[in-house]
């Protein structure tokens, strides 16, 4: 591993490319153990992705929804789309075989089953049928909840998973029940059409929407008109990533943790131990962990993965960004280590 690459960063060997359709793959990666590749269905990597010198960089950082599912399957899967003007993802589509070594972070992001639904809704749309397959497959045999999936595309070529998902099908037909919106067959789909598809709610029933954006309003809207709670609704989104996530950190500023004059006190449980540390106001809680050799959990640095989330058990912060939690988590005090600032004389912070 380079040196100037982050302690989190891990060397993954492609052990497969599977070719789904005409323009994605999927890549297998030889899990590499340890706890810190532990995931939840519904999770991403971020990959280091080679650049070219042609065009001025050595590599890209790109996140990919894993599309295995923990528990069932021994290797780490992600799928990967041919965007237009997508770089790292034709580059993966076109180069990617057997042997070669892939950087990636730990798993990130908070696309995951945690409401405890007894009833699931699943929309997708093109790739973003990668995350929502492994809630499938690992609902399915973890559970006895109804599945109910809608799922887009341009035509039949183009489905993703398309014989993995008969099969499901075939093996649950009680109760999982999957339907192919092609356009080339109905057009755009709409709010009122993707209602239409959908059973009557129950309390409990969460719907998880994975796609481009305009889909996941239509869905969204569907899901909210057929009487969906609101806070049980969750979508998945990437964010291009601006700066290097594969960079060791390099400490809290002047004024930072070393300075703990006009501080917050801050209890942190962290990995079964309690620590408490003064919180200078204007550094937020993750470079304070950093700086003291605490092994706080991060990914993207920037506020777009939730790879450092932590529940908020007293005082209160301001986030500077948050492009990853809903209503729902932000209700339940969930916030981004990287992102808070204290705006309490006292705090007490919680890690999964």
Same mark, same amino acid.
């Given at each position: 591993m380079d040196p100037s690459t982050s302690a989190q960063s891990h060397s993954l060997e492609i052990i497969d490319v599977i070719e789904e359709t005409a323009d994605a793959v999927s890549l297998v990666f030889a899990h590499p153990g340890g706890k810190g590749f532990d995931y939840r269905p519904g999770q991403f990597l971020t990959l280091r992705v080679p650049g070219t010198p042609e065009d001025g960089t050595t590599w890209a950082p790109r996140c990919y929804s894993l599309s295995s599912a923990p528990g069932i399957d021994a290797h780490l899967q992600v799928t990967v789309k041919r965007t237009a003007g997508g770089y790292a993802s034709n580059w993966l589509c076109d180069n990617a075989k057997? $042997?070669? @070594? @892939?950087? *990636?972070?730990?798993?990130? %992001?908070? +696309? =995951? /089953?945690?409401?405890?639904?007894? &009833?699931?809704?699943? +929309?997708? &749309? $093109? *790739? $973003? @049928?990668t995350p929502v397959i492994s809630i499938l497959r690992s609902t399915l045999a973890e559970s006895a909840v109804p599945v109910v999936l809608v799922y887009a595309n341009r035509d039949r070529g183009s489905v993703v998973f398309d014989a993995a998902l008969a099969e499901l099908a075939a093996s649950h037909g009680d109760r999982l029940r999957i339907t192919h919106w092609l356009e080339s067959e109905r057009g755009l789909p709409d709010a009122a059409a993707l209602g239409a598809l959908l059973p009557a709610p129950t309390a409990a029933t969460s719907a998880f929407l994975c796609g481009p954006a305009p889909f996941m309003d239509c869905a969204t809207e569907a899901a909210a008109a057929a009487g969906i709670d609101g806070a049980r609704i969750h979508r998945e989104a990437f964010s291009s990533l601006t700066g290097d996530p594969f960079a060791a950190p390099v400490g809290a500023p002047a004024g930072g943790p070393s300075s703990p004059d006009g501080a917050a006190t801050v209890t942190v449980d962290l990995n079964g131990a309690t620590t408490v540390l003064a919180w200078p106001r204007e550094t937020v809680l993750l470079d304070v962990l950093l700086d003291q050799g605490l092994d706080a959990p991060y990914v993207c640095r920037e506020g777009n993965c939730g790879g450092c989330a932590f529940t908020l058990r007293r %005082?209160?912060?301001?986030?500077?960004?948050?492009? =990853?939690?809903?209503?729902?988590?932000? $209700?339940? %005090? /969930?916030?981004?280590?990287?992102q808070s600032l204290a705006r309490a004389d006292e705090l007490a912070v919680e890690f999964d």
């Open positions: 057997p $042997g070669m @070594i @892939i950087e *990636s972070l730990p798993p990130g %992001g908070r +696309f =995951t /089953v945690r409401d405890s639904p007894d &009833a699931l809704v699943l +929309f997708a &749309a $093109g *790739s $973003g @049928i %005082g209160d912060v301001h986030m500077l960004v948050n492009d =990853t939690l809903d209503d729902h988590e932000l $209700g339940n %005090g /969930v916030r981004l280590a990287c």
